[in-house]
């Protein structure tokens, strides 16, 4: 599982947990009009992708205090 923020125009950033695959699905939707639906450990989520302004996606290594 991937963590991802899927921010918006009008609303907060969105934390999900997704596959890879779906994620990689997400990306190249963006940009396009329409609905996508994206499926996360939760549930699922329906996206406007033209209210989707950017993804970000979480670095996966792990961290310990705060050293880098």
């Not at 997704?18 to 939760?42: I, P, S």
Request: aromatic letters at 6%.
């Amino acid at each position: 599982m991937v963590q991802v923020s899927i921010g918006f125009q009008a609303s907060p950033p969105l934390g999900l947990r997704v596959e890879q695959a779906d994620l990689d699905r997400l990306l190249a939707a963006v940009g396009g009009q329409g609905w996508h639906d994206l499926k996360t450990a939760d549930g699922s989520v329906r996206l406007d992708l033209e209210h989707v302004l950017w993804v970000r996606v979480e670095n996966s290594e792990p961290r310990v205090g705060f050293g880098r």
